[in-house]
């Protein structure tokens, strides 16, 4: 069974930074590309930001693009996101999330297999 564990999250002003950290286990975790997911009250999950395998291919959503960087250590199975600049509609709660199978699109949410338990993050202005 894939478990997911998110950490990192909090209370942060406008401007500042974060990082979230996602330790997973339950499968051979370099075999499998990983996202992040975030969800704000009222709204629908949204795709942040993804990785691969390797971790030598990102992707983004525009509206973090050159704030949030995504990378991940296989060594240690985690896959970590540092949030910069932040801004306040970047509050939500955020999700680690792991595909279903290794050929699943990280971004696709109806392709996302397991989900950890989110984390909160909320920017004041």
């Known amino acids: 069974q894939v478990q997911l564990v998110e950490s990192g999250g909090g209370l942060v002003q406008a401007g500042g930074s974060l990082r979230l950290s996602c330790a997973a286990s339950?499968?051979?975790?370099?075999?499998?590309?990983m996202g992040w997911f975030r969800q704000a009250p009222g709204k629908e999950r949204e795709f942040v930001a993804g990785?691969?395998?390797?971790?030598?291919?990102?992707y983004y959503a525009d509206s973090v693009k050159g704030r949030f960087t995504i990378s991940r250590d296989n060594a240690k199975n985690t896959v970590l996101l540092q949030m910069n600049s932040l801004k306040p509609e970047d509050t939500a709660v955020y999700y680690c999330?792991?595909?279903?199978?290794?050929?699943?699109?990280?971004?696709?949410?109806?392709?996302?297999?397991?989900w950890g338990q989110g984390t909160q993050v909320t920017v004041s202005s």
């Open positions: 999330a792991a595909p279903l199978t290794s050929r699943s699109y990280y971004y696709r949410r109806d392709m996302i297999g397991y």
């Open positions: 339950g499968r051979t975790f370099s075999n499998y590309g």
């Open positions: 990785i691969n395998w390797s971790g030598d291919s990102t």
